[in-house]
């Protein structure tokens, strides 16, 4: 082989090598970094923004939001552009965020700013849009805003329980916790949309360039029963009441008996939803939902009614074992003011509250009906309302009962029932009948169409000529179980009730619960009301929670504009 | 007649070319006028919350309840109830 030969040869080789270089960095840019690549140009060249979704209203009845959004901010602070003293910047913040407190405001500040290993801090949240231009007005190079949506309550903390509130569930999306926050998130939350379009480089849309987006879909807004001036009227009046009789607590709940719908529903102890984060979380729960109690003499209209529907017992029958206190094994049955009523009517009983004379009652009814009726009356289930943290009592077992058992019960001991069971128990003699699904949504309310809550019967408890006779029966009860201030010129169904607080296995007898339910007007009623306070100084019912119930009652019949009817 | 063709095509190249330079000028100041327009529209309607917050504020009853007092309104004394007369013809029936 000649020398050119050799030379021409190595030539080839090298320049096959260094094209076969060339060609593998070619595939491996333009195909096996091709994803890669794509996605960082992609990022330069395309932006994408999520559009958050509007979260739906809560409006009451007269379309009034109880619960709504407010704008808001995020204060940040991109610590590597900060430039001026953190000391001072912190002191001026604070000064602004709380002025109530700016030491402590600083102080924290301080921390969050002298952070190490981070660039973005945050260093308020949901600040409102003032506060926001007092910062902005400040000038400091290294603050930025976020605008972020808020929950905002325009009534304050009024029926703060029922209503619930929206915080962050592990992915750090709004979500709502009880009531109807929690009971009805996903109709209120939407759904969030996206924008991605192709920018230039000073960042502006580029109209012939690629995009793709879908619109947000905002969250529904709910349309309630509640009516904001009865809600508002009860707040105020139960909360004197309870002041007044100084009560640990207090609850108000008002049905409409024919429809189910609940038109107001307060109690207190109450919270601040926007304070939730820093609130006792045994204040979440809504008692009227999710708390029981014995019901006490507020549950004998329901035993009373069984055994007339039942016909075990007229309404002009009389008590043969009404003279003294009644003997069941080692127990004793007695009358609450110690006094006997000997061959009293069966309306007398209810009038006088006596506890052995509803002891005859229930042994006329018989142990199995007594079950029967209470479960009918929807004591042993839940009553489905709309709203997140419903806790349904629940009857024991009927193999565990004793004769005891079926004694106290139809006085309204040693069962359990929720506030919501008990009103919709009481609705059932009040609208001729029927056990009927509360409900606090009265609407869902779509950019399209509006979806509204029917009224649904569960089924018939008692005849309607039962239902008469035992209104007229809490209408005797009402007129003549206490000097009360009745509103004049109507007749009104009512019971009040004591039940002592089991403590450990006994009854307390200075611990009670009182209540007062009733409906009015009773001949054509347009709503029932219970009203319950939790140990208040007096123990009875009829010194505490009556009042406060016919004072409310008076001023709800003028509301309704309901008149007198003799 | 060729060179005549060729120059027409040449022109013809020429206009089309010149004439997408403007529009693309034109498109990619129209997305600024766009951006700007997005961002009056967005302005405009936080403007309207911000009034509609506003409204809700000043009309809550926990608002009202306060001015009232404030003002000296107080609440109403005896209601009485209006019943109109019976015609003459239902009195002997009554």
């Known amino acids: ?566 | 007649m060729n060179r005549k063709i060729i120059t027409l095509i040449f022109f013809i190249v020429f206009v089309l070319a010149f004439a997408k330079i403007i529009l693309s000028a034109g498109l990619a100041t129209t997305g600024a006028n766009l951006a700007q327009l997005e961002r009056e529209r967005v302005k405009i309607a936080q403007e309207n919350l911000n009034l509609e917050e506003s409204i809700v504020e000043l009309s809550s009853l926990a608002r009202i309840s306060i001015e009232a007092n404030r003002l000296g309104f107080s609440k109403a004394g005896k209601i009485a109830a209006l019943t109109p007369d019976l015609p003459i013809a239902l009195h002997g029936l009554q």
């Open chain 1, 1 to 566: 082989m000649s020398m050119t030969s050799w030379r021409y040869k190595t030539l080839q080789v090298i320049f096959l090598l260094c094209n076969l270089l060339v060609i593998f960095r070619l595939f491996y840019w333009q195909i096996l970094s091709s994803p890669r690549l794509q996605a960082l140009a992609e990022s330069q060249h395309f932006t994408q923004e999520e559009i958050p979704a509007r979260r739906g209203q809560i409006l009451t009845s007269d379309s009034f939001p109880l619960v709504t959004n407010k704008q808001a901010f995020l204060v940040y602070g991109l610590l590597s552009q900060i430039k001026s003293e953190k000391n001072e910047i912190a002191a001026k913040i604070a000064e602004i965020i709380n002025p109530e407190d700016p030491k402590a405001a600083k102080e924290e500040l301080k921390d969050v700013l002298d952070k190490k290993d981070i660039n973005w801090v945050p260093l308020a949240r949901s600040v409102d849009r003032e506060t926001k231009e007092k910062i902005e007005g400040l000038k400091i190079s290294g603050i930025g805003f976020e605008e972020i949506a808020k929950r905002y309550y325009p009534e304050a903390s009024m029926s703060a329980q029922m209503l619930g509130f929206v915080g962050r569930d592990a992915n750090g999306r709004e979500k709502g916790y009880f009531g109807i926050e929690g009971y009805y998130n996903r109709t209120l939350e939407g759904k969030p949309g996206f924008i991605k379009e192709e920018r230039d480089a000073t960042g502006q849309p580029i109209l012939i360039g690629q995009s793709d987006s879908e619109s947000e879909i905002a969250g529904r807004d709910l349309k309630l029963f509640i009516d904001r001036g009865m809600q508002f009227m009860v707040e105020d009046k139960l909360k004197k009441g309870i002041e007044r009789f100084q009560a640990k607590a207090g609850l108000a709940v008002i049905m409409d008996p024919k429809t189910g719908a609940i038109l107001t529903m307060s109690s207190f102890p109450n919270y601040d939803p926007l304070k939730y984060a820093v609130t006792d979380k045994s204040l979440f729960s809504n008692p009227v939902i999710g708390q029981t109690f014995e019901p006490g003499s507020i549950f004998k209209p329901l035993i009373m009614a069984a055994a007339i529907n039942e016909k075990a017992i007229r309404p002009d029958d009389k008590c043969t074992r009404c003279d003294g206190p009644r003997q069941i094994g080692e127990y004793t049955i007695n009358t609450w003011d110690g006094k006997f009523h000997p061959d009293s009517a069966m309306t007398d009983i209810l009038v006088y509250s006596d506890n052995v004379g509803m002891v005859f009652v229930s042994e006329k009814l018989g142990g199995q009906k007594e079950i029967e009726y209470i479960k009918k009356f929807g004591i042993d289930e839940p009553t489905n309302i709309d709203l997140e943290g419903e806790m349904a009592a629940t009857l024991r077992k009927e193999d565990e009962w004793v004769t005891i058992d079926f004694a106290t019960a139809s006085f309204g001991q040693g069962v359990a029932v929720t506030p919501i069971q008990m009103v919709r128990a009481i609705s059932a003699i009040a609208n001729g009948g029927e056990l009927m699904e509360p409900h606090v949504v009265a609407q869902i309310k779509d950019q399209d169409k509006i979806l509204e809550t029917k009224p649904k019967v569960i089924r018939r408890v008692i005849s309607p000529t039962t239902a008469k006779v035992v209104t007229e029966m809490m209408v005797a009860v009402a007129e003549r179980g206490g000097k009360w201030d009745r509103p004049k010129g109507y007749r009104i169904a009512g019971k009040t009730g004591t039940a002592q607080i089991p403590i450990a296995g006994h009854y307390d007898k200075t611990k009670t619960v009182v209540s007062f339910v009733g409906f009015a007007p009773a001949d054509n009623p347009r709503f029932v009301m219970l009203i319950t306070l939790t140990e208040p100084a007096l123990t009875w019912g009829s010194m505490t929670v009556a009042p406060v119930w016919f004072d409310i009652s008076k001023s709800l019949l003028n509301y309704l504009k309901i008149p007198p009817s003799f």
